[in-house]
């Protein structure tokens, strides 16, 4: 009777298989409940008393082989199995990934022109009062120019408001650093304008400022120079004489960008030309309010539109569709 035993456990240690069905009966015929083990189990009464010893052990050695090596095999079958599911010449699944926004990857840019030479970065708060916004630009309480932007107040608080222009930030900086400076500062701003095609109550600008001894129209001149040519590649340019209350002399100025597509026209309206910043010479006054010696100092400083710029290069006929978050228009800039 041992064996038949021995035989059986040899049997074991020996099967191999990859085939499912042959081990699944390897599995009934020795594990079943009417299997060869139990079959053995029973007849153990019979074994003589010398042997049930040797018996007993031997049979519990052919169950634990039996069931390790049916779950061995079985483990085998589904690393093969799996090994060859994995096809890793496969293309992977699109992981699908978000992107700036089209104002972000502008004003990036123009962060980056005028990084080059020289300004740092400076950011100022959109909820500003009356001092940065207006009266330290030379902008006194009922002074005509304030009319130029329309302001949202709040909390029916005139002192509190959200800022209409980055010029703030100007004076924020100049407060706290004494000259020579040069700095821009990107930021949103808000006015209190019927929404168009080219108008919106909230929209992006960058302020740029240079304070130092000496600094005159003539480097202005050629810093808008230098930027319309990094940003554009072209820089047919007019300055336009304006006025902004915190600079003297002022200009507007204009960029010819051609009438090439039908959004040229829609942008330019007709013209080819369009507006991008003011600027001018920082205003004394401002100088003053800043605790800066005018005497000795001058300086320059322009306001551009992030999204007027982002219109004419990304041909993007209204000025709505950057703030309306559609997914179809945002993935274009991918
Ligand atoms: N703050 C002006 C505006 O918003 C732009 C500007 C900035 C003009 C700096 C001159 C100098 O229209």
Request: charged share 30%; net charge negative.
């Amino acid at each position: 009777m041992i064996k038949k035993l021995e035989d059986h456990i040899s049997y074991i240690k020996n099967f191999d298989s990859k085939d499912k069905d042959e081990i699944e009966s390897m599995k009934i015929k020795f594990l079943g409940r009417k299997g060869l083990i139990n079959e053995l189990f029973s007849d153990f009464k019979n074994v003589p008393a010398d042997q049930k010893k040797e018996y007993g052990q031997k049979i519990n050695d052919l169950k634990n082989l039996a069931s390790d090596k049916y779950e061995n095999l079985k483990l085998g079958i589904k690393k093969s199995r799996k090994s060859i599911t994995e096809d890793y010449t496969k293309p992977g699944f699109p992981i699908s990934s978000g992107s700036l926004h089209p104002i972000t990857l502008i004003k990036n840019r123009i962060v980056d022109i005028f990084s080059k030479v020289g300004f740092e970065l400076s950011e100022g708060p959109e909820i500003e009062d009356d001092w940065h916004n207006f009266t330290a630009l030379n902008l006194p309480q009922d002074h005509p120019a304030r009319d130029m932007q329309d302001t949202f107040f709040i909390q029916q608080d005139p002192d509190i408001l959200l800022r209409t222009h980055t010029s703030s930030v100007q004076v924020r900086y100049l407060e706290d650093n004494p000259p020579p400076l040069k700095i821009i500062s990107p930021g949103r701003v808000y006015r209190n304008e019927a929404i168009s095609s080219r108008s919106h109550c909230m929209f992006h600008q960058i302020e740029g400022i240079y304070v130092d001894e000496k600094v005159s129209f003539a480097d202005l001149k050629q810093m808008i120079l230098y930027f319309t040519k990094s940003m554009f590649g072209k820089s047919k340019l007019r300055f336009r004489p304006s006025f902004f209350p915190f600079t003297e002399p002022s200009a507007e100025v204009d960029i010819y960008w051609g009438l090439e597509t039908e959004t040229d026209y829609r942008i330019t309206k007709g013209t080819g030309w369009l507006e991008i910043m003011g600027c001018g010479m920082v205003d004394p006054n401002v100088l003053q309010n800043c605790n800066i010696d005018s005497e000795k100092y001058t300086g320059y400083a322009f306001g551009l539109g992030i999204e007027r710029i982002a219109m004419l290069i990304y041909q993007i006929p209204d000025i709505r569709l950057f703030f309306e978050n559609d997914i179809r228009f945002l993935n274009q800039f991918k």
